[in-house]
């Protein structure tokens, strides 16, 4: 979208890139005077700073980078005869910290931090798997120097790099890149994820799969503003029919099961009514659940054969019926002394 003031002798150009693999676009500008001169810059580094002709700008167009997909910039223009535009001083030597990096039971954290780069207004922070940054694993633009990516894949060396944008420009950290060794994740003591097992039977309704550890739009469940890592993402039927998810837990030398249930925050309104079977006997239940209420279930599956953990549509459809079974985990007879349930007391590390 482009923004012209004749006037004023200024105007703005916005660019926005979808979800497309194409990360550079060619945009003819329009209204322009041909034998004119323009000082063209922008906000979050799409294009280099300098002078372009009206003609240049209309009929070979201007060629914008935008690095990823639903990025975004904002291009200023104005015209030559208004002098150079204040603020266009390129961004100043800066060198990489030493990166901290934390494993836990779900994810890998790594914090990095780079010297302040004078005249930067933003930063963009690239990771990926390789030096060559060919296969970049994660990006964020921030506008402090320093920034905490989270999710990072555990057990792998990784590589990261800080561009430092102005107005005057872009210029790349000092040195090598730096490099992170991301540890393996940790194992909480005698727990076993449902979400981590094969169960022998799974019935799902509205036509959905059963979902592990992502809800149905693809992202973390959350239950009341909780998130929940590990969790399990099911939905009621419309005709009544229960939909279960059996787990075969036979001589696996159990105590209990234990999860905290409600609908999935994304799920937009719904009712549902869960319940824990062991070898097809109703073991606990639920009230009727509705948006932004918590339910938990701790369930004593001793010599059991079957778990079925069921999911019934509370009596009035299964219209947005996204039933989760948060941080779903079985607890073994034998586990390390203290460490009854290491989840109740911290859910999100």
């Known amino acids: 979208m482009f923004h012209w003031s ?3 002798k200024r105007g703005t150009l916005y660019v926005w890139r ?21 000082w063209m810059w922008c906000e979050d580094g799409s294009i280099a700073p300098g002078v372009r002709t009206g003609q240049e700008l209309m009929q070979g167009g201007l060629c914008v980078h935008l690095a990823t997909p639903y990025s975004s910039d904002l291009i200023f223009i104005q015209h030559a005869s208004l002098g150079k535009p204040q603020g266009l001083e390129p961004p100043g030597v800066f060198r990489l910290q030493e ?4 494993g836990g039971w779900f994810s890998a954290s790594a914090t990095l931090a780079w010297e302040p780069s004078e005249h930067a207004r933003s930063y963009r922070v690239l990771v990926a798997a390789d030096t060559g940054f060919r296969s970049v694993l994660a990006q964020r633009v921030v506008y402090a120097p320093a920034v905490v990516l989270a999710d990072l894949p555990p057990g792998r060396e990784l590589f990261w790099k ?5 107005w005057g420009g872009k210029r790349s950290s000092e040195g090598d890149s730096g490099r992170l060794a991301i540890p393996e994740l940790e194992k909480p003591a005698g727990v076993t994820f449902a979400s981590d097992l094969t169960p022998v039977e799974a019935t799902v309704g509205a036509d959905n799969p059963l979902r592990r550890d992502r809800n149905y739009h693809g992202r973390p469940v959350r239950i009341a503003s909780q998130a929940y890592p590990k969790a399990l993402w099911t939905h009621s039927f419309d005709d009544g ?3 279960d998810v059996v787990f075969d837990v036979s001589g696996k030398d159990l105590a209990s099961f234990k999860a905290d249930v409600g609908l999935d925050d994304a799920s937009g309104g719904g009712s549902v009514q869960f ?18 209420t918590v339910h938990q279930f701790s369930v004593d599956v001793t010599r059991a054969g079957k778990v079925t953990l069921r999911v019934l549509n509370g009596g009035d459809g299964f219209t947005c019926d996204h039933a989760a079974w948060g941080l779903a985990r079985f607890l073994a007879t034998q586990r390390v002394p203290g460490a009854d349930d290491p989840l109740a007391a911290d859910r999100g590390r």
């Open 241 to 243: 029919r229960p939909a």
């Open 99 to 102: 990166a901290a990096v934390e």
């Open 275 to 292: 319940q824990v079977l062991v070898d097809r006997e109703v073991k606990a239940e639920s009230p009727v659940l509705r948006p932004r």
């Open 18 to 38: 979808p979800e497309s693999p194409d990360d550079r676009q060619n945009v003819k500008l329009k209204g322009l005077e041909p034998d004119q001169e323009y």
């Open 6 to 8: 004749p006037p004023s």
């Open 162 to 166: 800080v561009e430092a944008i102005s």
